[in-house]
């Protein structure tokens, strides 16, 4: 029986093909580029054309040892001995299939929902094809999207039985690695493949798209559920104060360019902040500009705050961008409890970007997390946040799969393995608007720094260099100890003059100050 190796997937559209282009020509070169799996999918064909390219289709892989897969025509896998076919949900069923072709032939099914998938498991299928993961020119789709966060709980319901799982729909050399990433479930169950059509057939040099997949897929390692993990339960407190000193030194030294989609609230004073820590912000938001943005930019911010429908497309472009190009992103979902359309958007937007690390108060980490336990006024939350914030922060970042900043009295801040509580800070930062927005252009700030640092090359399979849990600590603890110093400076004497100070203090903050007032904590 032949071992199918699922990790590169084409799927034929030869009505993609470039002006010019042979169909055979393009396959034979995408075999060469690493294509490991080959579905011909030819929905306008008649018999004997569908016949006669699957033939010569099938000639082309048996050189290059790749299985054949047809969508949809049991009579046409028999006639030309493919390895098996792919059905869809309106297709003939999986027993009808499996009773016409030769034992060990491979069947796999689309399935877009957790019952299409628990039927497919009751009828024996060899693999799953999960989509739509993105949107896609190539088929016109009559299901919802499941979207990259959609993806994990539709494995895990394959956890333990062998079935393998692909996603499909708009993947590209691109989002390629935060598809990966975004798609794994709880249970660390990853993707065994990724079926492609126009990223490599509308391509004009299908070897050399197909081995750009092949690169991503090959340096990708599902056993990092998380981005960074560089900080560990056992490592000394004192090594994660050292790095944050460190990181402070480099801001100051190279001056990340911080790209900050904010609200108009902060946005000034969130410029001022980056600046005084060492960082140059940037505070773009035209979305045409985004793609060239993000490739000069040390990470990114983004903050809802103040969203209308009209900013989410500079934010989503943004944020795709620097996932592609493999920046920190840092997002906060201000107000995200406060209504419909902040919930939906940030769910949208989720759906386009993985976040790097995820910074919100209690209202809003519970809003994001589905929980009731924490109510919100406005952007604010009321109560005393989280029976247990230990726990809920290191469970969300294991469901976001990002670093999460849980903001308050106490901040905790958890990469889904390690927990670190800070209680530093002052309640005067809760009397000037905007406290917890510039903790996002801070955390932004040193997120730079920490990717800056990384000695991890670019093509090591995450998409995201450096430590972004202690990034993220570099982030709070310098702005909190700053604001401790700033708030018991006689010249203080309320929240106008508090606001001037902080940012005199983040400018004058010197590294004995951190390591004498840090609180920092470590939770295995
Ligand atoms: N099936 P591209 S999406 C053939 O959701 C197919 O089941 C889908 O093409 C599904 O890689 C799709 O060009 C097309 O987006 C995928
Ligand atoms: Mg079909």
Known sequence: MTVIDYSLYLVTGRNLLPLGKDYYQSLEESLQGGVTLVQIREKHADTAEFLEIATKSKAICDKYNVPVLINDRIDIALAVHAHGVHLGQTDMSVAQARAMLPPGAIIGVSCNNEEHVKNALRDGVDYIGIGAVWGTKTKK???PLVGVRGVGSLLEV???TGVKGVVIGGIKSTNLLRTLHGSVSRTNHA??????????????????AAEKLSKVLRAFKADL???VLAVRADSARHSIIEGVVRLMKVVRELNPLVHQI????VATQSANVTLAIGGSPIMATEPQEMEDLSRICN???INIGTMRSDGMLSMSRAGYFAN???KPLVFDPVGIGASTFRKDTVQELLNVFQASAIKGNAGELAALAGSVEVETKGVDSIGSGFKDPIS?????????RCVVVLTGPVDYLSDGVTVITLRNGHEILGKITGSGCIAGSSVATFCAAAAFESQEPPNAGKLVRGDILLGSVAGILVLTVAAEVAAARSDVKGPGTFLPALIDELWALTPETLRSKAKLEIHA
Request: aromatic share 2%.
């Open 392 to 400: 809920f922060v290191m469970t969300l970042a294991r469901k976001e």
């Open 262 to 265: 904010t609200n108009n609230v």
């Open 225 to 227: 559920p998380i981005s």
């Open 191 to 208: 993707v065994d493949g990724v079926a492609v059509v126009s990223d490599i057939v509308a391509s004009s040099e299908p070897r050399h």
């Open 324 to 326: 592609a190009n493999q």
């Open 158 to 160: 394959l956890d333990g």
């Open 299 to 301: 990470s990114l911010l």
């Open 141 to 143: 789709l009559t299901n």
